[in-house]
Protein backbone atom coordinates (compact mmCIF):
# COMPACT_ATOMS: atom_id res chain seq x y z
CA UNK A 1 0.00 0.00 0.00
CA UNK A 2 0.81 4.10 0.55
CA UNK A 3 3.18 2.69 3.43
CA UNK A 4 5.31 0.36 1.29
CA UNK A 5 5.85 3.20 -1.74
CA UNK A 6 6.81 5.54 1.06
CA UNK A 7 9.72 2.72 2.19
CA UNK A 8 10.36 1.97 -1.70
CA UNK A 9 10.76 5.38 -2.88
CA UNK A 10 12.91 6.47 1.11
CA UNK A 11 15.00 3.25 -0.04
CA UNK A 12 15.73 4.21 -3.65
CA UNK A 13 16.70 8.26 -2.83
CA UNK A 14 19.35 6.48 0.14
CA UNK A 15 20.47 4.24 -2.24
CA UNK A 16 20.83 6.83 -4.99
CA UNK A 17 22.54 9.21 -2.85
CA UNK A 18 24.66 6.40 -0.69
CA UNK A 19 25.85 4.07 -3.31
CA UNK A 20 26.31 6.53 -6.05
CA UNK A 21 24.80 8.84 -8.58
CA UNK A 22 21.34 8.80 -9.88
CA UNK A 23 18.35 10.59 -11.06
CA UNK A 24 16.41 11.66 -8.22
CA UNK A 25 13.01 13.44 -8.32
CA UNK A 26 13.04 17.04 -7.35
CA UNK A 27 9.52 18.35 -8.36
CA UNK A 28 6.60 18.99 -10.77
CA UNK A 29 4.72 21.73 -12.11
CA UNK A 30 1.83 19.56 -11.65
CA UNK A 31 -1.24 19.86 -14.83
CA UNK A 32 -0.42 23.43 -16.03
CA UNK A 33 -3.62 25.42 -17.02
CA UNK A 34 -3.04 28.75 -18.94
CA UNK A 35 -0.16 30.00 -17.05
CA UNK A 36 2.25 32.67 -17.97
CA UNK A 37 5.72 30.11 -17.88
CA UNK A 38 6.77 27.46 -15.56
CA UNK A 39 9.54 28.50 -12.78
CA UNK A 40 11.49 25.75 -10.96
CA UNK A 41 14.15 27.08 -7.81
CA UNK A 42 14.72 23.74 -6.24
CA UNK A 43 18.20 23.25 -6.91
CA UNK A 44 20.74 22.33 -4.50
CA UNK A 45 24.77 22.33 -5.80
CA UNK A 46 25.15 20.02 -2.74
CA UNK A 47 23.29 17.02 -3.77
CA UNK A 48 22.98 17.68 -7.70
CA UNK A 49 25.54 17.90 -10.62
CA UNK A 50 23.54 18.21 -13.60
CA UNK A 51 19.20 18.49 -14.25
CA UNK A 52 16.99 16.80 -16.16
CA UNK A 53 13.33 18.31 -17.00
CA UNK A 54 10.87 16.17 -18.82
CA UNK A 55 7.92 17.63 -20.81
CA UNK A 56 4.63 15.62 -21.11
CA UNK A 57 2.12 17.01 -23.89
CA UNK A 58 3.53 20.87 -23.22
CA UNK A 59 1.54 23.11 -25.61
CA UNK A 60 1.26 26.67 -26.38
CA UNK A 61 -2.28 28.25 -26.21
CA UNK A 62 -0.74 30.52 -29.55
CA UNK A 63 -0.05 28.47 -32.56
CA UNK A 64 3.58 27.55 -33.84
CA UNK A 65 5.42 28.82 -30.82
CA UNK A 66 9.45 28.05 -29.85
CA UNK A 67 9.56 27.14 -26.59
CA UNK A 68 12.57 28.76 -24.06
CA UNK A 69 14.18 28.07 -21.09
CA UNK A 70 15.45 31.40 -18.96
CA UNK A 71 18.16 31.28 -16.75
CA UNK A 72 18.47 33.17 -13.16
CA UNK A 73 21.45 33.16 -10.97
CA UNK A 74 19.63 34.64 -7.97
CA UNK A 75 17.73 31.86 -6.88
CA UNK A 76 14.37 33.41 -9.55
CA UNK A 77 14.09 36.85 -8.42
CA UNK A 78 14.91 37.75 -12.05
CA UNK A 79 15.29 35.66 -15.05
CA UNK A 80 18.09 36.17 -18.06
CA UNK A 81 15.75 37.13 -21.28
CA UNK A 82 18.36 39.22 -23.18
CA UNK A 83 18.87 38.48 -26.89
CA UNK A 84 22.30 37.50 -26.96
CA UNK A 85 23.16 36.07 -23.50
CA UNK A 86 22.37 32.45 -25.23
CA UNK A 87 23.45 31.11 -28.23
CA UNK A 88 22.70 27.76 -30.23
CA UNK A 89 23.48 26.05 -33.75
CA UNK A 90 26.92 28.18 -33.37
CA UNK A 91 26.78 31.10 -32.59
CA UNK A 92 23.08 31.94 -33.04
CA UNK A 93 21.85 34.48 -30.77
CA UNK A 94 18.66 33.95 -28.23
CA UNK A 95 16.65 35.26 -25.54
CA UNK A 96 16.63 31.94 -23.52
CA UNK A 97 18.17 28.32 -23.86
CA UNK A 98 16.31 26.86 -27.04
CA UNK A 99 13.92 24.07 -26.32
CA UNK A 100 12.04 23.40 -29.17
CA UNK A 101 10.84 25.45 -31.94
CA UNK A 102 7.19 26.16 -33.64
CA UNK A 103 5.55 24.24 -31.10
CA UNK A 104 2.19 23.39 -32.65
CA UNK A 105 -1.31 23.63 -30.61
CA UNK A 106 -3.93 23.50 -33.41
CA UNK A 107 -6.35 20.77 -33.83
CA UNK A 108 -4.51 17.44 -33.06
CA UNK A 109 -1.45 19.12 -32.41
CA UNK A 110 -0.48 17.33 -28.97
CA UNK A 111 2.95 20.43 -28.30
CA UNK A 112 6.20 18.97 -27.01
CA UNK A 113 7.55 15.69 -24.99
CA UNK A 114 10.75 15.10 -24.09
CA UNK A 115 13.69 15.95 -22.09
CA UNK A 116 15.49 19.14 -21.56
CA UNK A 117 19.42 19.05 -19.49
CA UNK A 118 21.00 21.37 -17.72
CA UNK A 119 24.80 20.77 -17.00
CA UNK A 120 27.12 21.99 -14.30
CA UNK A 121 24.50 24.71 -13.40
CA UNK A 122 26.44 25.33 -10.65
CA UNK A 123 29.45 26.03 -11.87
CA UNK A 124 30.56 29.87 -12.27
CA UNK A 125 31.53 29.19 -16.27
CA UNK A 126 28.83 29.25 -18.88
CA UNK A 127 26.15 27.13 -18.37
CA UNK A 128 25.53 24.53 -21.45
CA UNK A 129 21.78 22.65 -22.17
CA UNK A 130 20.65 20.10 -24.78
CA UNK A 131 17.33 19.15 -25.65
CA UNK A 132 16.00 16.09 -27.49
CA UNK A 133 12.12 16.30 -27.76
CA UNK A 134 10.12 15.33 -30.40
CA UNK A 135 6.96 17.68 -31.25
CA UNK A 136 4.04 18.19 -33.65
CA UNK A 137 4.10 21.48 -36.01
CA UNK A 138 0.70 20.44 -37.77
CA UNK A 139 -1.86 17.76 -37.13
CA UNK A 140 -0.04 14.93 -39.13
CA UNK A 141 3.30 15.58 -38.87
CA UNK A 142 6.06 14.65 -35.90
CA UNK A 143 9.22 16.42 -36.11
CA UNK A 144 12.54 15.14 -34.57
CA UNK A 145 16.36 16.16 -36.84
CA UNK A 146 19.91 15.65 -36.33
CA UNK A 147 21.24 19.45 -35.49
CA UNK A 148 22.82 20.12 -39.07
CA UNK A 149 18.80 19.96 -40.72
CA UNK A 150 17.50 23.39 -40.98
CA UNK A 151 13.98 24.96 -40.22
CA UNK A 152 11.17 23.80 -37.85
CA UNK A 153 12.22 20.33 -37.65
CA UNK A 154 15.29 20.93 -35.41
CA UNK A 155 14.59 19.84 -32.37
CA UNK A 156 17.55 18.48 -30.94
CA UNK A 157 19.60 21.30 -29.32
CA UNK A 158 22.51 22.25 -28.03
CA UNK A 159 22.25 25.85 -26.00
CA UNK A 160 25.38 27.72 -23.95
CA UNK A 161 24.62 31.03 -21.50
CA UNK A 162 27.09 33.12 -22.23
CA UNK A 163 26.98 34.48 -18.98
CA UNK A 164 29.98 32.86 -16.73
CA UNK A 165 27.83 32.80 -13.73
CA UNK A 166 26.06 29.75 -11.86
CA UNK A 167 22.32 28.76 -12.87
CA UNK A 168 20.24 28.39 -9.37
CA UNK A 169 16.75 28.49 -11.10
CA UNK A 170 15.10 28.24 -14.66
CA UNK A 171 11.67 29.59 -16.27
CA UNK A 172 10.00 28.09 -18.94
CA UNK A 173 8.20 30.20 -21.46
CA UNK A 174 7.14 30.15 -25.27
CA UNK A 175 8.06 33.19 -27.04
CA UNK A 176 4.44 34.31 -27.40
CA UNK A 177 1.28 33.55 -25.52
CA UNK A 178 0.84 31.23 -22.28
CA UNK A 179 0.94 27.87 -22.16
CA UNK A 180 -1.90 26.35 -22.45
CA UNK A 181 -1.61 22.46 -20.82
CA UNK A 182 0.33 20.07 -19.88
CA UNK A 183 3.09 19.09 -17.16
CA UNK A 184 7.22 19.42 -16.61
CA UNK A 185 8.79 17.54 -14.26
CA UNK A 186 12.29 18.39 -12.96
CA UNK A 187 14.81 15.93 -11.43
CA UNK A 188 18.09 16.31 -10.12
CA UNK A 189 21.08 14.12 -11.01
CA UNK A 190 22.81 13.02 -7.79
CA UNK A 191 26.90 13.93 -7.74
CA UNK A 192 27.90 11.30 -5.30
Do not use: C, W
Not at 7 to 29: C, N, P, Q, V
Not at 164 to 170: H, L, Y
Amino acid sequence: GTNRKATMSRLATYMGTKIGGGMEFISSSGAISNAANVSFTGFDASKYDHYQFMFQHVIPATDAQDLLAHASTDGGSSYDTTNGNYHNNGATDRAGFMVAGLVGSDTNEYGISGEFKLLAPHNTGYTYATTFAPLMTDATNIKMADPGETGSSNNIFATVHMVAADVDAIQFKFTSGNIESGEITMFGIVNS
